[in-house]
């Protein structure tokens, strides 16, 4: 018998199913989050502060949402991605300096030896990105990152770092935006090694990331100004660091702030504090398979008084195993 009769009606319910399919993806602004808690709490929230005419709405002018970057919008683990530049920085800078062969921290760089570099702790840290990221104007260093970034990978993904971006705080970026939203990246890492990649990445602005800084200094090379980086630390915009410096820069309290772990507690703190509605939210690494999991031991990215903060405060908590459908854009 022919089933020739049978195929037409078979290829309309795919395209049918297709079309159904698709459609929700085009309606759904957060189609990577799961229809749980946090999906529900987000976009309750967005409708509360956008209905005109009502107690909840807030002027335009007023939407600030602020972002820690590494760890909330692209991933930490198995360390910062600053600190992964910084490496392989002291190792490309190594011939120039024989001296560091037998000194801590760049011996301890170079021999691979990541306890003797731990051992040196926050100072060691410091000697390390002075050495890496001082000597050169900004825009000299703004290239180094640029070129860096298109050649590094990441150890388990293989993929460069700026494609380890989290595709659920992309879509919750845009969606935020499409709703009168300005959106900042509040985050530790040094402001000039995001304010290159920001734009493409995650469509915030050089002019909306805050962040650590090093000192620079005005110069004239050949008649022409110019900014030269010294080995010097401006600011740490970290822990109590990030309220001071938003108010310092962006000059408004946030109505929602994005982090995910200890450094980003007097964020949400400050945020919270003050009045009308609110927007708290904490990704909790949970899943092992398909990004990482940790929290309150962890080296990076330690989540432990800020989560029970949440919990008795009733933050969101996002769980990323539950929560999420998909971690990144390039995640079959």
């Known amino acids: 018998m022919s089933r020739k009769p049978f195929r037409r009606p078979v290829a309309w319910c795919c395209i049918l199913a ?8 085009q309606t759904d602004p957060l189609p990577s989050w799961n229809d749980t808690g946090p999906k529900k709490a987000i976009i309750a929230f967005v409708g509360k ?8 709405f807030v002027p335009i002018d007023e939407r600030i949402a602020t972002f820690d970057n590494d760890g909330t919008l692209w991933v930490e683990q198995p360390m910062y991605v600053q600190l992964a530049f910084v490496l392989d920085r002291v190792r490309q800078l190594a011939p120039a300096h024989p001296g560091w062969a037998t000194t801590q921290p760049f011996e301890g760089v170079l021999d691979g030896n990541v306890k003797a570099v731990a051992a040196t702790g926050e100072k060691g840290l410091m000697q390390l990105v002075a050495a890496t990221h001082s000597g050169m104007t900004v825009e000299q260093f703004q290239k180094t990152v640029t070129d860096w970034l298109a050649t590094a990978r990441h150890p388990r993904f293989k993929h460069p770092y700026d494609e380890c971006i989290y595709q659920p705080m992309l879509e919750l970026l845009s969606y935020l935006r499409t709703n009168g939203f300005k ?6 890492g040094g402001i000039e090694f995001m304010r290159p990649w920001t734009k493409e990445a995650y469509g915030v602005p050089p ?45 408004r309290r946030p109505i929602a702030a994005f982090g995910n772990s200890d450094g980003d507690q007097p964020m949400l703190e400050w945020t919270a504090s003050g009045s009308g509605p609110r927007l708290l939210l904490l990704v909790h690494h949970t899943d092992a398979e398909r990004e990482y999991s940790y929290d309150r031991e962890s080296s990076f ?32």
């Not at 079309?19 to 929700?24: D, K, M, P, T, V």
């Not at 090093?214 to 915009?237: A, M, Q, W, Y």
Request: charge should be positive.
């Open 18 to 25: 297709f079309s159904l399919i698709n459609a929700r993806a």
């Open 183 to 188: 959106t900042y990246i509040v985050s530790g």
């Open 207 to 251: 002019e909306q990331v805050v962040g650590s800084s090093i000192k620079t200094k005005f110069i004239l090379v050949d008649g022409k100004p110019d900014l030269l980086r010294l080995s010097e630390i401006n600011f740490i915009d970290d822990k109590e660091g990030k309220p001071i410096a938003i108010n310092q820069f962006i000059g």
């Open 301 to 332: 990215g330690k989540l432990d008084k800020a989560l029970d903060e949440a919990n008795a405060r009733g933050w969101v908590v996002v769980d990323m195993k539950k929560d999420w459908n998909r971690i990144f854009r390039f995640d079959k």
């Open 49 to 56: 502060v956008t209905k005109n005419g009502t107690p909840d």
